[in-house]
Every structure is written in C-alpha cells, then in structure tokens.
C-alpha cells in the first residue's frame, strides 16, 4: 500500500433562485445548475456550470473492453473512447451512453526462456497475424509476474491484443536474482551502459526476442514498441531508443535529457498530477513535459498526457469483480463517514493516514477489514488511481493505441 493523494467527489446539487419582484406577482427562476446522466455508468448528477464533471463506465469483465461514449454533446468529452473522462458542464443538460466490446479473453502463456546468463521469466502472446509486438515492463521493485497480474496493466495489454498487437513481458536482471547488482538500494533496470553487450539488461530482451524469431512466433518485419511504468518507463525510452524501435511509451517516469536530445524513437509521455514518488513529483512530470518538448523541437514525434485527480465514486472498488457493488459501496461509505473525502468525494491528503489507522485499528473499519488482502490493496490502488498519484492507469488505453499505431500521424 503506497502513500497517495488521496481525492474522491461524489456529485452534489447546488442550485439557486434569484426572484426579484416585477409587479406581475411572478418570481423568475434562474437555473445555474444542470443535470448530467450516465447510461451504463456513474458520474450522474446535478452540476453548476462550470464545473469539472467525471464519468466513469460501469465495470466491465476480462471478455471485453470498453468502446466510446455516445451523446449528441460527445464534443464536450475530453476523450470519448477513454472508459474515463471527463468535461466542463454546459448552461443545458447533458447525456452518455457508455458502451463496451466483446473481445477473445486473453490467456497469457508462461515459461522460462534463457536471456544472456540465466533463465529469464516470460510471458507473452501473439495473436495470429499480429502486426507488432509491445514489452511491458515493471517498475522498481516489480517483476514480470506483477505485471501479468496488474489489473491496470491487464486492461491494457487486453486493448493492445484486441488491436492485433503480440505482448511480451519478462523483468529486470536484478529482479530475476533478487540481487541489488549496481548498489543502489534498489532492484529494477538499469539503463547504463548503453548497450546490449555489457548491459545484461538489454542484451536479455534481445535474447528473449531473438528466441521468439527463431521459433517463427513472430519475424523481424514486425514493429516492435516498449511501454512502461516508473522505472519501467524511463528503461522504455532507452530500450526504444537503443534498438530503435517503433515507438516508447512511459508511464510515471520523465525519461532522461540525454534520450530525449538523441533518440529518433517517437515517445509518449503518460504522467500522473499527483505523483508522489521521490523520483517524480511536480519536477518529474516538469521534466516529462521539457523531455517531450525536446523531442518535438527536434522533429521527433511525441505525446504529452497528464491524468488529473478525480472523485470516488460509490461502486469503483467493484472495477475488477471480485468485491461486490453492494460491498464496493459499503467500503466507501465508511471512508466517507470516517472524513476521508471532501463534500464532492475527493479523497483528502495522501493515504498514509488512511492506511496506518487502518493498520493501528483494523477493527474501526469493519467493511474495509471484512475483504481479503488482496481486496484491501486493491481498494487502495483505486483510491490511489483517483487521487491521480504514482500508479499504473488505464485512463488513457486509447491514447496509447492511438499512439502505437501513428505516432503523430
């Protein structure tokens, strides 16, 4: 459990009557709020206008993703394909209609395959035909393992196969052995030196990659794309780089000054407003942001997204399917009574407090402490995501595909 922001909003009415008296013995009503309804989603209420409104889609299972938002007013949606977004309330009401797609639920196949010194965790799949293929990497601390099972992640590599691209995820040379191999009180992947000799970390994807061309899983004509979070993000912009890939994504992480003035690769940055993380913080999506300036200014294609704090809502918890509505509901109810979120459900502060008052006294929170373990993390990486501090995120799927697939085209 991280120590996050912390902001949730539920949706609140606030509506006044200006009368003045005309003689006629009829009051005239100004209205200055508005309704917004949600089909197959939550965000539904009344607004003043002016005011930063958020939808979210109902929650939807691992045989589908979600498709677009449809209204006659989808102009106001900041992204209409993205299963969040949001918009500026107009002077009328306004209505969406969220939709999914059935897709081939994916089943990730696992094994062992020998990178430069030792056997190196893999999973992967590639869909028949497929037109490329994406590594998704871990961060600090991480391995290949958590990212197969990051819902997040999970969410997009779904996107990605469904858009006929193969993925593979393997880990950092010092997660594989548990051993801190540069000293630096961390185990993750390390980017120097920059190349795939010496640096094992590189020279592992390479083995990894040329075992899939040998056994005719895939060929050389494919194009290959690198997307990571935090540390994994940073180690994207130099693996995309150095084996000059299609193009890089990161999440969470601002790259470094020296990729972004040398790199031909096109380059997404995705960062969180939030970030909390030592490494990132305010400086760090500054950086990101300079970094994705430098790449533009010298004619190499690159993205900018920035994910902004949103409220809870009453049935986020339920996202993946394993805690119910009813329970997801009850979970935030008890945040909400115990002062954690503002009158608009914007968590408060960062989750420190929330997670150690749990820790100091489980029993306070009864609905909180009546899920697993599993359940309780998963509560609390939700509130994490809504807060918008240092965490993989699905918000922008689309964007990313969009980016995968034309760059700046």
Wanted: hydrophobic share 35%.
């Amino acid at each position: 459990m991280k120590h996050l922001l912390i902001a949730v909003t539920t949706l609140v009415l606030f509506s006044c009557k200006k009368s003045s008296d005309t003689g006629t013995g009829v009051t005239p009503v100004t209205t200055d709020s508005f309704t917004v309804t949600v089909n197959n989603g939550y965000g539904a209420g009344k607004y003043k206008t002016g005011d930063t409104v958020h939808i979210f889609s109902t929650a939807y299972t691992d045989a589908q993703v979600f498709d677009k938002w449809s209204s006659s007013d989808v102009s106001l949606l900041n992204a209409f394909e993205e299963w969040h977004t949001w918009f500026i309330m107009p002077a009328k009401d306004v209505s969406f209609t969220g939709s999914v797609k059935a897709i081939t639920a994916v089943t990730l196949q696992y094994e062992q395959i020998k990178g430069r010194d030792r056997l190196k965790r893999v999973y992967y799949y590639f869909p028949s035909g497929h037109k490329g293929f994406v590594y998704l990497l871990h961060g600090t601390g991480g391995s290949a393992a958590n990212v197969a099972s990051s819902f997040e992640f999970k969410q997009l590599y779904k996107e990605l196969v469904n858009d006929n691209f193969g993925i593979i995820i393997t880990e950092a040379e010092e997660a594989t052995t548990g051993i801190d191999a540069n000293g630096d009180g961390k185990l993750r992947w390390g980017y120097s030196p920059f190349d795939s000799v010496t640096n094992v970390d590189y020279a592992n994807i390479k083995a990894i990659t040329d075992t899939f061309y040998a056994r005719g899983v895939t060929n050389r004509s494919k194009l290959r794309y690198s997307i990571g979070m935090s540390n994994g993000g940073a180690f994207s912009a130099s693996l995309s780089s150095l084996f000059k890939y299609t193009a890089g994504v990161s999440y969470c992480a601002p790259s470094g000054t020296p990729i972004a003035q040398t790199s031909t690769t096109p380059f997404q940055f995705c960062m969180a407003r939030f970030d909390n993380n030592d490494a990132v913080g305010p400086q760090g999506n500054a950086d990101a942001l300079s970094n994705s300036g430098t790449f533009s200014g010298r004619g190499i294609c690159s993205k900018y997204f920035i994910k902004e704090h949103s409220p809870l809502y009453a049935e986020r918890f339920a996202r993946r399917g394993d805690i119910s509505i009813a329970q997801s509901t009850a979970v935030f109810n008890e945040l909400k009574s115990k002062g954690y979120l503002t009158g608009k459900n914007y968590f408060i502060g960062y989750s420190d407090a929330f997670v150690t008052a749990y820790q100091s006294n489980p029993t306070a929170f009864p609905q909180l402490n009546s899920l697993n373990v599993l359940q309780k993390a998963f509560v609390v990486e939700q509130i994490d995501l809504a807060v918008s501090d240092h965490q993989m995120y699905s918000d922008f799927n689309k964007a990313t595909l969009k980016f995968l697939n034309k760059q700046c085209n």
